[in-house]
Structure formats: structure tokens, C-alpha cells
């Protein structure tokens, strides 16, 4: 496992605990640890970024939460194509943050696992 995988594990503890500081803390060093391992454009990060827009949605910080979903997509869409299951969901993720229908989000949350199988199964 590497060192961004625990800083993963941690996060999502901190998060069902509701220690949404650490777990924000957690998922920034772990998204900088990926850049710096990877690269600032593999999409390992997408992951990162769109988990990390995820947590600032739930914590209502919605301006840093779209910076980190936006540059999400924008590696998603290279990597997988416009029309990838990932890469819409991410895209409604961005529609309901920017016209304020924060209710989608749990909707649109639970559609993400099937996603991202899809994008490991090379859908």
C-alpha cells in the first residue's frame, strides 16, 4: 500500500467520524504525494480531485469544491473521452453545484462507485 492509499483509508475514517478538517487534510496530502509521484496530469489525480470537490461540497466550500472538480473533469475528458459514465457524472456533479441544487449530491454521489468501475473496466 502506498502512502497515499493510507492518507485514502484515514480520510474516509475521519469523514464517517465527521472530522471533516482532518479528513480535507488528509485528501490535500494525498492528492500531493499522487502529483508528485505521477505527475500533474495522470488521472490517478482525477480521483483525488473529484473525491477531495466531494468532501468541500459536503463542508460547504463551494469555490474550492469547484476548482478541484473542474480540474477533475478536465483529466477525466482526455483520459476517458467526453461520453465516459465518469465523466457525466462529474459533469452533473458541476451542474448542480453552479445552479445551487446541493440535494443532487447524494444522488449523484451514489452514482459515482458504478462509474468508476466502468473506468476500470475500460468501459
Known amino acids: 500500500m502506498t502512502h497515499s492509499t493510507h492518507m485514502k483509508a484515514l480520510e474516509q ?3 464517517d467520524s465527521g472530522d471533516s478538517d482532518t479528513a480535507e487534510r488528509l485528501l490535500t496530502r ?3 504525494a499522487d502529483e508528485q509521484r505521477f505527475g500533474p496530469r495522470h488521472t490517478v489525480l482525477a480521483e483525488d ?3 477531495l ?3 468541500l461540497l459536503a463542508t460547504e466550500k463551494y469555490c474550492k469544491a469547484e476548482k ?3 480540474r477533475a473533469l478536465e ?3 482526455k483520459a476517458l473521452g467526453p461520453q465516459h459514465p465518469v465523466v457525466k457524472t462529474t459533469i452533473d456533479v458541476l451542474t448542480a453545484l453552479q445552479t445551487g441544487q446541493s440535494a443532487q449530491f ?3 454521489e451514489s452514482r459515482m462507485p458504478r462509474a468508476l468501475d466502468a473506468q476500470d473496466a475500460g468501459v
Open 13 to 15: 475514517y475521519y469523514e
Open 30 to 32: 494525498a492528492l500531493e
Open 49 to 51: 480531485l473529484f473525491n
Open 53 to 55: 470537490g466531494l468532501l
Open 68 to 70: 478541484m472538480i473542474l
Open 75 to 77: 483529466l477525466q475528458k
Open 106 to 108: 447524494e444522488t449523484l
